[in-house]
């Protein structure tokens, strides 16, 4: 009896053990996939953190190809072109690197830029409200209005950014290359509408049933990319948003765009051919010099 006894706490410990280890498992996930936690009980900070991280931008305009600089190593330097210029003449090889090069650093500076409000609205969401400024109050105001939500859980996943190669291939299709007119009297990358009167635009050439189409101007190709993560955070993009959450992996991600081209399934089986042609995984190792952070 004692002998069945021994066997019984032995396998008891064993059992207790593997559901210890599994629960751990579980746990780690969880935090690999970035789930939003479940809060139970309020800590209240006696000081409230202030970010006031900066990212130095360095403008340039470009006059002929050589211009673009060409990065030889993952670092790079956060240079915001503020014009564009064609680059047809090019070989297609030379081409199709100026072009990746003209527009990658644009990429990582509207990534930072997002990185470092998301960062502040996660500091807030743990910080009691009555410990908020007024400028906390406003800061969060603008996000609310433009990402369209007013739950800040939902606002700090809107502000989440996905690869660099699928912003890449979808430059590259969404322009033609560069070659397109509102890329280069605009540094409109992704053919972004306008519908405001008031706003920088320029005029399409055609119409849509009757009607003129307009297009946005903007000051600079990451205030272009600016304006396609909010297209992508508030838009109909809710799968897309949701996969990002579970992995970084451009070839999965991009089968949750269906909704932005009107070729659906099409669109996105080019985006992962492109892809995977033009070898653009390499670029979402990038990233910006930390000299400039």
């Known amino acids: 009896m004692k002998k069945h006894f021994v066997t019984f ?6 059992i207790f053990a593997f559901d210890d280890a599994y629960l751990k498992s579980v746990e780690a996930s969880l935090k690999e996939y970035d789930v939003e936690p479940v809060i139970y009980k309020k800590t209240v900070q006696k000081k409230r953190i202030t970010h006031n991280n900066k990212i130095t931008v360095v403008n340039k305009k470009i006059k002929k190809p050589s211009d673009i600089k060409i990065f030889t190593n993952r670092k790079i330097k956060p240079i915001n072109y503020t014009n564009t210029i064609s680059l047809k003449k090019l070989e297609v090889s030379e081409k199709k690197q100026k072009f990746f090069h003209m527009i990658l650093p644009a990429i990582l500076i509207s ?10 609205v996660l500091s807030l969401r743990s910080t009691p409200k009555e410990l908020w400024s007024n400028k906390d109050r406003k800061f969060l105001t603008d996000l609310y209005t433009k990402y369209k939500t007013e739950d800040i859980n939902k ?4 502000l989440k950014t996905h690869p660099v190669s699928i912003i890449l291939a979808q430059a590259a299709i969404e322009s033609g290359w560069g070659e397109s007119r509102f890329f280069k009297k605009a540094n409109n990358i992704f053919g972004m509408w306008s519908v405001n009167k008031h706003e920088p635009r320029i005029r399409a ?4 049933n ?3 189409i307009y297009l946005k101007k903007y000051k600079s190709l990451s205030d272009s990319i600016d304006d396609y993560f909010v297209l992508i955070g508030r838009g109909a993009y809710k799968s897309f948003r949701k996969k990002r959450n579970i992995t970084d ?3 999965i991600l991009v089968q949750y765009l269906i909704n932005y081209c009107e070729l659906r399934e099409k669109y996105t089986k080019k985006l992962r051919n492109f892809i995977v042609s033009n070898k653009l995984r390499k670029f979402d ?5 930390e000299r400039y952070l």
């Open 210 to 212: 009757g009607k003129a």
């Open 249 to 251: 992996n451009p070839l």
């Open 205 to 208: 050439l055609k119409t849509r």
């Open 9 to 14: 706490l032995v396998l008891t410990s064993a």
């Open 285 to 289: 190792k990038f990233r910006i010099d």
């Open 155 to 158: 606002l700090a996943n809107r």
């Open 111 to 120: 990534k930072e830029r997002l990185r470092l409000k998301r960062n502040r």
